[in-house]
């Protein structure tokens, strides 16, 4: 499924946090929702939600290159490699986006950081 707006994002919160999709609040969990990409990894698919509270609030959060870097940089270190789908949907109204990452693919290897 490709993320790609608000109304996505929405139907996904509504369902709450489950064996395949995972929110946080912001990057500052990114090591955290690293971990949790490489269980999604090594059991299903998966989605994370960064920029939604625990109970499934939309918050969402500034993105600066930076952020983006940061992203990137953390999935370089999941070994063997994966393909990640990183979205960025932004909120109404506001300079705040609701960072989204799925659509896992890997080899059929154990994944670890």
């Given at each position: ?26 990057t500052g969990q990114l090591e955290r929702g690293m971990e949790t990409l490489c269980a999604f990894l090594n059991s ?70």
């Open positions: 499924m490709i993320i790609d707006n608000l109304d996505i994002i929405k139907k996904l919160i509504s369902d709450a946090e489950s064996s395949n999709v995972e929110f946080k609040e912001t299903s698919e998966g989605t994370i939600l960064f920029g939604v509270t625990d109970k499934g609030k939309i918050i969402g959060q500034e993105v600066a290159d930076s952020t983006k870097r940061n992203i990137a940089e953390a999935m370089k270190r999941i070994a063997p490699s994966v393909t990640v789908q990183v979205t960025c949907i932004p909120l109404p109204d506001t300079e705040k986006k609701i960072i989204a990452l799925n659509n896992f693919r890997f080899d059929k290897n154990s994944i670890s950081l």
